[in-house]
């Protein structure tokens, strides 16, 4: 039994002597979760919003509508307008304060209702990409819209913008009915169009009473186990392979040749396994405290679980070694297993994000049953039995692809 | 104590070992000799437990290897043709490995990792990576770690191939210091020098079958004090075995349309009389090389070819 310890001491000298396969299954994991993250629009950070400096030499009615309209509703989720000089406008473009510069030149309204030929002037901030083309989209918006509520109510607009008689200050009642009257029945006419039927949608949602405690699901969170259970998996592959380097070397004749069994020489190898995941795992966790929120009191079983299936896995990785003619036939045996594991077990792409019909697939595979659960333990919502059972569904078959292992190292492997 | 009887390994068709039976005490250094692929290393499997054999026993220290494996392997100590090492890892993190896969723990095993460093001149570079020694070097501690755990027996497979002279003499030194510890060693070589200087017990082997054993005396007893006689040329078989049959005290070793060996005593004397019998019969020597007994000799004279064929 000691001799289990002692190999997995070795085994983890030799991986720290040598961190880069070690590395390497770090990091693949982060980089392409984090590439699915951000091709999927993820992470938790702001929408960023453009900053628009508005150059207002109209001061008229439709010059305030479009103000109005871009800093409203939906263009208020990422347009900041501010009204500035036309100097002051320029000198912050210049400094690169604002995405886009918008300057509605005097007599616009006028022009606009008087449906006589205009420009307004729009400058965009060439350092950046995005943003100023959002602002250029929304603005032709709305002189889209500003040209269909002329055609609309071109009229009483127009009347209105013309303002009182001369000798008056006010429009008299009369004339004030009118208008009202006149855009009151261009808006029944138009009602059908315009202000579709409403529906009022009654919903509520039922959640079982293990789910309201759930932390709220992001992007991050969404991604997160696949990344950590990746992680574990190309640790897996790669520590197998040590089984070859073991071979080659001839330390496995070596260790044959002394009292000890090759199932307490694989055994430590397990063990060095399983701490190592562990430590990923906990870092991996703590990483998902700290930047999604995740709770503390999910890390240690979350860590025990990860270690855990990744040794399952790494059980697997090691019999398709001894079964293989050579390392480089071992390598390619592990990575044609690995890959479509990841693909079809939802540690590629979330659970979530695959159709149903894979999702039943992924069930059945040890990294989708892991990461099933991994996620309840994540969100606080695991049970003790279908964990339980998930443990036994995915170690038993590893106990016994191990023994097999073990059982040809000793004999068809040793002497190939 | 090893003793062996009867062993023999099969491989299909192909016997790698053919009732090799020899037995080593403890303090002799028991030499299997033999060229490459004459059953040395097979032999040394079959005895340290990484091989069954086909049929034959194999005893270490009164174990069986087959029937008793675990007691008969944790009194062996093994060292492997190939180096076996850890190459990442330091020399102590090696030794350490090791000693523990045969059970020494605690103060024991840091006191006898310290010894061995010690004894294998490696004390200095303790703690640096292995695969920065040099082949001496790794040939030393790849000695070390088969006696850290102080076993009863040694296997060492062919230890020195490939290694320079001055670590092939420490190495053998160190050998020499084992069984006067009174450690039973098995050696296989194919360095006949080596045989020669090493061994108390030798057993010469070829193509699975022991073509003799015994001690150094006893072997050079087989051979006689007669020289080798080798020439190349033009032959013909039949009639210079003939005309060889006539010359008394000439043993004909081997003949063939090529070459023809010959053992005799005083080969010098005896060589005008063998070129005049030899050009009667028609046979045309272009170079003679004359050698004085030894190993390689009685090899030659058993398996009628050359020891590094």
Not at chain 1, 57 to 65: A, K, M, N, P
Not at chain 2, 191 to 220: F, N, P, W
Request: hydrophobic share 45%.
């Amino acid at each position: 039994m000691r001799f289990v310890f002692d190999s997995a001491r070795k085994d983890l000298r030799w991986l720290f002597a040598d961190p880069t396969a070690l590395i390497l299954a770090i990091m693949i994991p982060l980089i392409i979760g984090g590439l699915m993250s951000t091709i999927a629009g993820g992470g938790d950070t702001a929408i960023p919003r453009a900053r628009v400096l508005v150059v207002d030499q109209d001061e008229g009615l439709l010059s305030e509508f479009l103000q109005g309209a871009g800093g409203s509703a939906q263009g208020g989720d990422f347009l900041d307008i501010e009204t500035v000089e036309l100097e002051e406008g320029r000198a912050r473009m210049d400094r690169g304060e604002a995405s886009a510069m918008l300057v509605i030149p005097a007599g616009f309204s006028e022009a606009m209702l008087m449906e006589e030929p205009t420009s307004i002037e729009l400058v965009k901030n060439p350092s950046q990409t995005i943003l100023p083309e959002i602002v250029e989209e929304a603005l032709q918006m709305l002189v889209e819209a500003s040209f269909y509520l002329h055609r609309v109510l071109g009229e009483p607009i127009k009347a209105i913008a013309e303002g009182p008689e001369e000798e008056k200050s006010f429009f008299d009642d009369l004339r004030m009915a009118a208008l009202a009257v006149q855009i009151n029945q261009q808006l029944r006419a138009l009602e059908k169009i315009l202000f579709p039927p409403v529906l009022e949608l009654e919903t509520e949602i039922v959640r079982e009473e293990s789910e309201e405690k759930a932390v709220p699901q992001s992007f991050g969170m969404l991604f997160l186990p696949g990344i950590l259970l990746m992680a574990m998996m190309f640790l897996s592959q790669s520590m197998s392979e040590t089984l070859w380097l073991e071979k080659d070397k001839g330390t496995l004749r070596r260790v044959a040749s002394t009292p000890q069994s090759m199932f307490g020489f694989l055994a430590g190898k397990l063990l060095a396994a399983f701490l190592l995941m562990t430590g990923i795992s906990t870092a991996g966790l703590v990483l998902g405290v700290w930047v999604y929120g995740l709770n503390w009191t999910a890390i240690p079983l979350s860590m025990i679980w990860l270690g855990f299936s990744g040794c399952t896995i790494f059980c697997y990785f090691i019999l398709l070694q001894t079964l293989a003619g050579s390392q480089r036939g071992g390598s390619i045996l592990s990575m044609t297993l690995l890959f479509p594991l990841m693909m079809i077990g939802g540690t590629f792409f979330p659970l979530e994000a695959m159709p149903e019909w894979m999702q039943e697939i992924a069930f059945w595979t040890p990294n989708g049953q892991a990461i099933v659960q991994l996620k309840t333990v994540l969100n606080g919502s695991w049970q003790g039995q279908s964990l339980l059972l998930a443990m036994l569904c995915i170690g038993i078959p590893a106990l016994i692809t191990f023994l097999m292992t073990s059982m040809r190292l000793r004999g068809a492997f040793l002497h190939k | 104590m090893i003793e062996v009887s009867n062993l023999r390994k099969e491989y299909g068709d192909l016997v790698a070992v053919d009732g090799a039976s020899f037995s080593a005490r403890p303090g002799e250094i028991f030499g299997l000799l033999g060229p490459n692929g004459a059953g040395k290393s097979t032999s040394i499997g079959c005895i340290s437990g990484l091989l069954k054999p086909s049929s034959g026993q194999v005893r270490v220290l009164g174990h069986d290897v087959v029937r008793d494996a675990r007691a008969a392997r944790a009194s062996l100590g093994v060292v492997p043709q190939e180096l076996a090492l850890y190459e990442d890892l330091n020399a102590r993190q090696n030794l350490q490995f090791w000693g523990a896969a045969y059970e020494l723990r605690g103060s024991e095993l840091k006191n006898r990792v310290q010894e061995v460093l010690e004894i294998c001149g490696l004390l200095d570079r303790a703690d640096e990576a292995v695969k920065k020694f040099s082949g001496g070097m790794k040939r030393r501690l790849n000695f070390g770690c088969g006696i850290v755990h102080r076993p009863k027996v040694i296997l060492l497979d062919e230890p020195t191939v490939g290694v320079d002279p001055q670590s092939r003499v420490r190495l053998l030194d160190l050998v020499k210091e084992e069984a006067k510890r009174g450690v039973t060693v098995l050696y296989t070589t194919h360095y006949m020098e080596e045989a020669q200087e090493l061994c108390d017990q030798l057993a010469i082997i070829d193509h699975g079958k022991m073509v003799a054993s015994g001690t150094m005396d006893e072997l050079r007893g087989m051979m006689g004090e007669r020289d080798l006689l080798r020439m190349s040329g033009s032959f013909d078989p039949h009639s210079t075995e003939a005309a060889i049959a006539k010359l008394p005290g000439l043993e004909l070793v081997s003949v063939d349309a090529e070459s023809l060996m010959l053992a005799t005593a005083e080969g010098s004397k005896r060589l005008p009389e063998l070129f005049a019998c030899l050009s009667k019969v028609g046979a045309e020597v272009r170079e003679t090389t004359l050698s004085q007994p030894n190993l390689e000799n009685l090899f030659i004279k058993l398996t009628g070819r050359e020891l590094r064929e």
